[in-house]
């Protein structure tokens, strides 16, 4: 399990159990390594507070915009509060829209969990 912690977008990296070293070289896995690699180079721009304040659902929107079939579609999905100098489809190829896709994914889970976390402790401290 990866666990993101802080607000300067830096991982740690919490543990990791009985991982299988063949199954992680393998080529079967070769695409959640991409997601993974994704996934840091975006935290490297943005950080977990920048990705909190995204509580109206445009991680999945652009995420669900890189796996459209077309570039029309995907406009009419992109958040347009993103702006569309950052809306790179046409850029990017099919495997590289996935990999970004994969990675906005995981942020928003991250930003969920991190949510869960805070409503967690009010509760507990209530």
Not at 17 to 22: F, G, I, K, Y
Not at 79 to 108: C, D, M, N, Q, T
Request: glycine residues 6%; without cysteine.
């Amino acid at each position: 399990m990866f666990f993101w912690r802080g607000d300067k977008g830096e991982h740690h990296m919490k543990h990791l159990e009985r991982v299988n070293p063949r199954l992680v070289l393998s080529l079967e896995t070769v695409g959640l390594l991409k997601i993974y690699q994704e996934r840091i180079k975006q935290m490297s721009k943005y950080d977990t507070s920048h990705d909190d304040q995204h509580k109206d659902g445009s991680l999945i929107k652009a995420a669900r915009a890189f796996l459209a079939p077309s570039r029309s579609e995907a406009l009419q999905i992109w958040p347009l509060s993103w702006g569309i100098e950052h809306f790179k489809w046409e850029e990017y190829g099919e495997v590289r829209r996935v990999e970004v896709a994969g990675a906005l994914v995981v942020a928003e889970l991250d930003r969920l969990y991190r949510a869960q976390e805070r409503s967690n402790k009010r509760e507990a401290s209530s």
